[in-house]
Structures are given as C-alpha cells and as structure tokens.
C-alpha cells in the first residue's frame, strides 16, 4: 500500500484578506476549524498529519497548541510572491513518506470523512499517479464572444450545455519527489491527475475574500 502524508500550510498574511485564518468566525475561526478536521482525520486514518506554519506567525502557532497536530517550520514565503512550491514545502524534505495530500485551511465546510474518501481513492489504486478534484458547472461559458459549450442554437436551457469542470482547490494529492524536481503537482496526462468529482454541496465553498468570509461566515451560522 502507498504512503501518504497529511498537511497543509498556513499563513497569516493573506494579501486579499489579511488574518483570515485568525479572526473571529462564528463562534471559531477558520484555523480551529481546520485543525479540528485534521485532529478528526488524524484519529480515523494511519496517516502521518502535520502543519506547516512560519515561525512569525505567532497566533497560529498559539492556537496549534490546543491540537495534537504535529507542527513543522515552513519558510517565510507566499503562493502570492510568486514562490515556487518547492519553497513552499520545504519541510516536507524533513518527512519519509512519498505521497502528499495538500488539504486547504480556507474551505470550512469541507468534511473529514470526504477528504477521508479522497484519500482511500488515491491508496487504493495505483493507477492514479496524482489527484485533483473537480465539481460539474451547468452553465453557458464563453471565450472572446463565441460559446465553447452550447450544442445547439435552438437549446435556452443551461443544462442543455456540455459538462463543464470547475477546479476545486481543496486538496491535491501529489508525489512529493515529483513536486521538488518540477515545481508542479500534476504532468496532466491520464491519471495525472486523476480528476475527483466532487457533488453539490457547500463542501466547496472557499474563503478569498471579504465577500467570500461573510458569506461562509453567514452559512456557518445557519447550519451550526
């Protein structure tokens, strides 16, 4: 059976939306969530779980006392400055295991026992080389005025329109030898990555922005 490690990365300074993880969410935040899911997946699975966060980030490292998470010193660098990924997880080099799921920190609805599926999907077959995951859109989409997936001139209903996918960045899955020498998860060829298709739900709600934190904050809310 293929290794696999658990983690994700964290940081305080979201360009877009500074503390994001940090600040009041509810009656949370969106980092005690996200550990909360992690301690959960820690104690269903065999797999190895860490967090990486940089040593500034003071707050995160504060509240990750509460967890059981182990905790590993990621570099002061951000997806945003145009950092590549093997800068990103340079502690993973410090870990044996040759698999890595990346879960996100900013999807709150996104259940254990899903992520928990993503993983048993991408052990169980070893054709799968890598893993992403997707959701179907029903909707017309355009490119330069010309529609790319409307069959018909005649059809006025969206779900007469070809399947569009929508990336999900909620986990990848990817080999971590891979990553370092290419700076890249996927090859995209078959099976890299797989495409996980994930259903409708608020699973794949993200938090970018102002807007987005409201919005997940309001649904919290509603459903806690």
């Known amino acids: ?14 360009s877009r939306l500074p503390n994001k993880l940090t600040r009041k ?6 980092f005690d969530l996200y550990m909360q ?12 779980v860490v967090v990486g966060i940089n040593p500034k980030d003071k707050t995160l490292w504060e509240i990750s006392k509460k967890y059981s ?6 570099n002061d660098t951000s997806s945003r400055q145009g950092s590549v990924l093997n ?18 920190s900013c999807f709150p609805f996104i259940e254990p026992n899903t992520l928990i599926k993503i993983a048993n999907k991408f052990i ?40 569009i996918y929508e990336s ?28 996980y298709e994930l259903g409708h739900s608020k699973e794949f709600l993200d938090v970018d922005t102002e807007f987005d934190f409201k919005l997940c904050e309001a649904v919290y809310k509603c459903y806690e």
């Open 87 to 104: 800068e990103i997880f340079n502690y993973l080099e410090n870990y044996d295991e040759e698999y890595i799921m990346w879960i996100n």
């Open 124 to 163: 169980e077959d070893e054709n799968i080389k890598s893993l992403h995951c997707i959701r179907k859109v029903d909707n017309w989409f355009w490119i330069d005025s010309k529609p790319i997936n409307i069959k018909s001139k005649k059809h006025s209903r969206t779900q007469d329109a070809l399947p």
């Open 1 to 14: 059976m293929r290794d696999l490690l658990i983690t994700g990365t964290v940081r305080e300074n979201s």
């Open 25 to 30: 969410f509810g009656d949370t935040t969106l």
């Open 37 to 48: 899911k992690l301690t959960e997946i820690k104690k269903a699975t065999p797999f190895n």
């Open 69 to 74: 998470i182990e905790v590993a010193s990621r």
């Open 168 to 195: 999900v960045h909620c986990t990848h899955i990817f080999n971590k030898q891979y990553m370092f020498d290419n700076c890249s998860y996927f090859e995209f060829t078959e099976n890299h990555p797989y495409l």
